[in-house]
């Protein structure tokens, strides 16, 4: 039976984040004062490692873009930031 997981954003460019296979991120945003990221999962299946990039604005992101899939802006006090997964 699929279900609502949460999951702790680390402040760090480069996140590996463990969830079931297949599942669906729905969105990110802080929670309180700590960045959060929820998915859809079927907790019967296999865990994956997945990964995922946090960039601030203004922060430089790289020439070759083209394997980051955008998931979701957030504001955290005065700063915002923006998570991609990186999908190669």
């Known amino acids: 039976m699929k279900t ?3 999951f702790n954003i680390p ?4 996140i590996e984040i463990e969830m079931p296979h297949g599942a669906q991120v ?10 959060c990221l929820w998915a859809i999962v079927d907790p019967a299946l296999p865990v994956t490692r997945r990964r995922f990039l946090l960039f601030g604005t203004g922060h430089p992101m790289g ?9 979701d802006t957030f504001q955290q ?3 915002v930031w923006h998570l991609f997964e990186v999908t190669a």
């Open 4 to 6: 609502i997981w949460k």
């Open 11 to 14: 402040h760090q460019s480069l």
């Open 26 to 35: 729905l969105k990110a945003e802080c929670q309180g004062e700590s960045p």
């Open 63 to 71: 020439e070759d873009i083209s394997t980051l899939k955008f998931v």
């Open 77 to 79: 006090g005065p700063f």
